[in-house]
């Protein structure tokens, strides 16, 4: 039982560059989200969706875009990717009632 | 809206003392409330979870949860703390809010075991 699988789990870009990092579950979830990671910061919010074709900004959705076309793939796109974006991004998933479910995390670093 | 406080970034205990984690909440709905624990370099995964059942919550590796309304609060405890506890512990808010689901969560509090 895979759950919430992303790639990569590691990537170093350039400042400028693009990139998408892979989300995919398997547990038919409605809701998938994409979170960051930074020391002292917590988990915040980039985007999330609450079903296919519907995606919704969250906490800190600048330079970020994401689109959901199958229930199960919901990929996140750096668009230029600037020093301010590296972080550990998480990806989860879940459905009415139930707890969020999370994938193993892809660390980014933008030099 | 809803959001998570978590008193402390880091919490120290000694192995086989008792752990308190604080975590208050605010939400304008019934709330669903969630803490999660994260090992180095891993993912989050589930410590134990309250939605509107019984309002002390036992989860895995002998920890527990009381939700209480009157105090906004769902502070994590386990009896005696072992070295394998150590990890980063997040606490998360979510309800119903516009259909989705989606959890909120705390800024985190480092738990720090010494032998």
């Known amino acids: ?111 | 809206a809803q959001s998570v406080t978590q008193l402390g970034s880091h919490v120290s205990v000694s192995e086989g003392a008792l752990v308190l984690l604080r975590c208050n909440y605010s939400s304008s709905v019934p709330p669903y409330l969630f803490w999660y624990v994260q090992y180095p370099n891993q993912g989050l995964q589930l410590l134990l979870k309250y939605t509107s059942a019984a309002t002390l919550v036992k989860g895995i590796n002998g920890f527990e949860a009381e939700f209480k309304k009157s105090e906004t609060s769902f502070h994590l405890t386990k009896p005696s703390a072992h070295m394998s506890d150590a990890a980063e512990y997040f606490c998360a808010v979510s309800h119903a809010s516009g259909g989705s689901y989606i959890p909120t969560f705390g800024r985190g509090t480092s738990l720090i075991v010494h032998p």
Not at chain 1, 16 to 29: K, P
Not at chain 1, 44 to 57: K, N, P
Request: proline share 5%.
């Open chain 1, 1 to 111: 039982n895979a759950g919430v699988t992303q790639t990569p789990k590691f990537q170093v870009l350039k400042t400028g560059q693009s990139m998408t990092l892979q989300c995919a579950q398997d547990m038919n979830h409605e809701y998938m989200s994409w979170y960051r990671q930074d020391p002292g910061m917590g988990l915040r919010l980039i985007h999330y969706s609450v079903g296919a074709g519907i995606t919704d900004q969250g906490e800190v959705p600048n330079g970020y875009n994401v689109s959901r076309s199958t229930t199960e793939d919901f990929p996140l796109r750096l668009l230029s990717a600037a020093p301010s974006q590296t972080s550990v991004y998480f990806c989860a998933s879940g459905a009415p009632y139930t707890e969020a479910f999370f994938g193993q995390g892809t660390r980014l670093t933008v030099v």
